[in-house]
């Protein structure tokens, strides 16, 4: 099944709307993704924040993506996150295992936010880290390819 033709099925099922994405909105994302990166890695932070922080930036890649192939989850959506990072399948084509992960994830951090300080290690942390980094370069890699005038402009 084509990428469109699976969000479009989406939109049917009112997981997704279209959206029409800009340069704008784009770079925005992916400077969140580079600020969340970077702070994920300050010296001191407990595992729980490093994970949250390097999730977060790992979902607005997700986001930016989506939004470049024509498509929104509204916020109203219940689990609008897992349908975002679920999107990364069909829209920057992240390999299977990966999205896995940051499901995984994403339910540990709901657990250290919601419901008990400390349930991260260290090792799930540094996952979360290396992970986010991973989803970002392939984001914009795919960004390049398919949308090259929705990436900012280099001021070289």
């Known amino acids: 099944m084509a990428v469109n033709e699976t969000l479009d099925s989406w939109v049917s099922n009112g997981w997704l709307q279209k959206h029409e994405g800009s340069a704008e909105e784009t770079a925005d994302l992916l400077a969140i993704v580079d600020r969340d990166i970077a702070e994920c890695r300050t010296p001191g932070l407990s595992a729980d924040w490093r994970l949250a922080i390097a999730y977060n930036g790992a979902l607005q890649a997700a986001r930016a993506a989506l939004a470049a192939a024509g498509y929104r989850v509204p916020k109203s959506e219940p689990g609008h ?15 299977s295992s990966k999205v896995d992960v940051l499901q995984r994830m994403k339910k540990k951090r709901n657990v250290s936010d919601y419901e008990v300080a400390g349930a991260v290690s260290e090792r799930e942390a540094d996952e979360m880290v290396a992970l986010a980094g ?6 914009r890699a795919w960004l390049e390819t398919e949308h090259p005038e929705l990436l900012p402009r280099s001021s070289n």
Not at 134 to 139: E, F, H, N, S, W
Request: charged share 40%; net charge positive.
């Open 134 to 139: 991973r989803v970002r370069d392939t984001v």
């Open 81 to 95: 996150h897992h349908r975002v990072v679920e999107s990364l399948r069909h829209t920057a084509r992240l390999d």
